[in-house]
């Protein structure tokens, strides 16, 4: 059975950082492409970063040069170290795992997700 485990989101400043990490199990994690998507309330869910197989990265606008997306094979876990955070990404903040090598933004391409992690950032 495939779990992804969302963790470290709270209620911070804006300006403060968070980090949040996706725990896997039931899956060959290096096999896998990983993402961080995120849904604010009354809005669709929208692509936040994703990293493949082999270390490559990608950033919505919105977050590029603030976010890092990391992953530790080793560990099965992907991280999303969050800077220099805004009102605007106060959202529930979810992992998702697509297989194969294909880096992609789109969230039906993705079969695993986890129950995401709520991250609030004050004014």
């Known amino acids: 059975q495939v779990q992804l485990v969302e963790s470290g989101g709270g209620l911070v400043q804006a300006g403060g950082s968070l980090r949040l990490s996706c725990a896997t199990s039931?899956?060959?994690?290096?096999?896998?492409?990983m993402g961080w998507f995120r849904q604010a309330p009354g809005k669709e869910r929208e692509f936040v970063a994703v990293?493949?197989?082999?270390?490559?990265?990608r950033y919505s606008i919105s977050v590029k040069g603030r976010f890092t997306i990391s992953r530790d094979n080793a560990d099965n876990t992907v991280l999303l170290q969050m800077n220099s955070l805004k009102p605007e990404d106060t959202a529930v903040y979810y992992c998702?795992?697509?297989?194969?090598?294909?880096?992609?933004?789109?969230?039906?391409?993705?079969?695993?997700w986890g129950q995401g992690t709520q991250v609030t950032i004050s004014s």
């Open positions: 990293i493949s197989r082999t270390g490559t990265t």
């Open positions: 998702a795992a697509r297989y194969g090598m294909l880096i992609t933004t789109s969230l039906d391409q993705y079969g695993y």
């Open positions: 039931g899956l060959t994690f290096s096999d896998y492409v």
